[in-house]
Nanobody, 123 residues
Framework: QLRLVESGGGLVQPGGSLTLSCKASGISLSYYAIGWFHQAPGKEREGISRISTWGDSTDYADSLKGRATIWRDNGGNTAYLRINNLKPEDAGVYYC????????????????WGQGTQVTVSS
């Protein structure tokens, strides 16, 4: 059974950067596409980035384009998301998720979810 654990959240100043990690265990991550999702306080969970099983295809929500990078290390069973120039609206809980159903940012198509990591953007 695949299990995902996110890390890397915390308190960051506006304009700062952070790198979120998504560590998989139980099954090789290489079988799955990975998505990152953001849930701001009081809002629905939103797909913000995804990466294909071998990393040859990526996508970003408009809110992240130009200031985020997603990548993966299948040998290390870990996926990453780095966000630069953080804004107050980037605050919230970040989840990684895995899907065997293709490359998508639709949360409904992701089968396995991590528990989330909290990001606070404040000076």
């Amino acid at each position: 059974q695949l299990r995902l654990v996110e890390s890397g959240g915390g308190l960051v100043q506006p304009g700062g950067s952070l790198t979120l990690s998504c560590k998989a265990s139980g099954i090789s991550l290489s079988y799955y596409a990975i998505g990152w999702f953001h849930q701001a306080p009081g809002k629905e969970r939103e797909g913000i980035s995804r990466i294909s099983t071998w990393g040859d295809s990526t996508d970003y929500a408009d809110s992240l384009k130009g200031r985020a990078t997603i990548w993966r290390d299948n040998g290390g069973n870990t996926a990453y998301l780095r966000i630069n120039n953080l804004k107050p609206e980037d605050a919230g809980v970040y989840y990684c998720a895995a899907t065997s159903l293709g490359d998508t940012l639709s949360a409904a198509l992701y089968q396995t979810w991590g528990q989330g990591t909290q990001v606070t953007v404040s000076s």
